[in-house]
T-cell receptor, first 112, second 113 residues
Framework: EPEVTQTPSHQVTQMGQEVILRCVPISNHLYFYWYRQILGQKVEFLVSFYNNEISEKSEIFDDQFSVERPDGSNFTLKIRSTKLEDSAMYFC??????????FGQGTRLTVV | GESVGLHLPTLSVQEGDNSIINCAYSNSASDYFIWYKQESGKGPQFIIDIRSNMDKRQGQRVTVLLNKTVKHLSLQIAATQPGDSAVYFCAESTGGGADGLTFGKGTHLIIQP
């Protein structure tokens, strides 16, 4: 069964450093999303991406965040200067239409 | 400040019984709803979705009911199995799609042998 793949599974970074979280969406999907889940909190929407541009973003997705689809298979989330409060599980999701987003296993980001 | 974790409601059912997990939403403009299952250390797993022009949708062993009048969503799982143990989230959005899903806090379903 096709699935969304995320790497790495766990990333530890120092505060102020840049991180790039990587995702390979399901191959025929056209809509891509990033969500995050701070430990013990709800899953929160960050950004959606379609046709090579951001289609929607939340208040969390400020200038420190960016997304890119550098080639036909990868979808990345970059955090320019990480803060302690960026520590969370980051989930990539994709969908073939605007319905039914399928999530990856997540990348646990720990900022120290 | 201190971060307070979510206190998840817990539903404990006997293996083989039916489970009903409930979700209340507040945004009357929400028109698309998804139920997700999340096992420990894994990402949310899509179970079933429903649009606001429907009040019931069935899948394999699962049924979602939507009551727009009282802004209530439920997930029924028939003949629960040990593998159904997980946290179940409802998620909603406006605009008819999975953009900008707002997740509920989840219900922890425990299956008793």
């Amino acid at each position: 069964e096709p699935e969304v793949t995320q790497t790495p599974s766990h990333q530890v970074t120092q505060m102020g450093q840049e991180v790039i979280l990587r995702c390979v969406p399901i191959s025929n999907h056209l809509y891509f999303y990033w969500y995050r889940q701070i430990l013990g909190q709800k899953v929160e929407f960050l950004v959606s991406f379609y046709n090579n541009e951001i289609s929607e973003k939340s208040e969390i997705f400020d200038d420190q965040f960016s997304v890119e689809r550098p080639d036909g298979s990868n979808f990345t989330l970059k955090i320019r200067s990480t803060k302690l409060e960026d520590s969370a599980m980051y989930f990539c999701a994709s969908s073939v239409s605007r319905e039914g987003a399928f999530f990856g296993q997540g990348t646990r980001l720990t900022v120290v | 400040g201190e971060s307070v974790g979510l206190h998840l409601p817990t539903l404990s059912v006997q293996e083989g019984d039916n489970s009903i997990i409930n979700c209340a939403y507040s945004n009357s403009a929400s028109d698309y709803f998804i139920w997700y299952k999340q096992e420990s250390g894994k990402g949310p797993q899509f179970i079933i979705d429903i649009r606001s022009n429907m009040d019931k949708r069935q899948g394999q062993r699962v049924t979602v009911l939507l009551n727009k009048t009282v802004k209530h969503l439920s997930l029924q799982i028939a003949a629960t199995q040990p593998g159904d143990s997980a946290v179940y989230f409802c998620a909603e959005s406006t605009g008819g799609g999975a953009d900008g899903l707002t997740f509920g806090k989840g219900t922890h379903l425990i299956i008793q042998p």
